[in-house]
């Protein structure tokens, strides 16, 4: 339950940062709508089908499509890219000391 709310609140805290004129509650319900929705299309980590929900959610909630579409690559870069590269330099250090 915590995660979903911290990942809301992400949403919101990158709509506010965006100028997305969408109400935070909206931001919430479309986060917890999309990620219902990907479980309809199962990729990994739902790259592709996440992004596509979000933007189409937070389109019909009243925001410009660029501006949706900005926060969302800017949400999903901090939640699921940016979150690699410690475990990416992590790896890169323990096959150079032939850990693994």
């Known amino acids: 339950l ?5 990942q809301a609140s992400a949403l919101v805290l990158v709509g506010r940062s965006l100028g997305l004129e969408v ?3 909206h931001l919430a319900v479309a ?6 929705a990907v479980a309809l ?6 790259i592709g089908s996440v992004e596509a929900a979000l933007v189409v959610a937070l389109v019909a909630a009243g925001g410009p499509a ?3 579409t900005a926060v969302v690559l800017a949400f999903r870069l901090l939640t ?3 979150p690699l590269l410690p ?13 693994i």
């Open 80 to 82: 699921v890219w940016l």
């Open 23 to 25: 109400p935070a509650g």
């Open 41 to 46: 299309v199962p990729t990994p980590g739902g």
């Open 87 to 99: 475990g990416a330099l992590t790896l890169a250090a323990l096959v150079r000391l032939r850990v």
């Open 2 to 6: 915590a995660f979903p709310a911290l």
């Open 66 to 68: 660029a501006v949706a």
């Open 31 to 36: 986060y917890l709508a999309a990620t219902v």
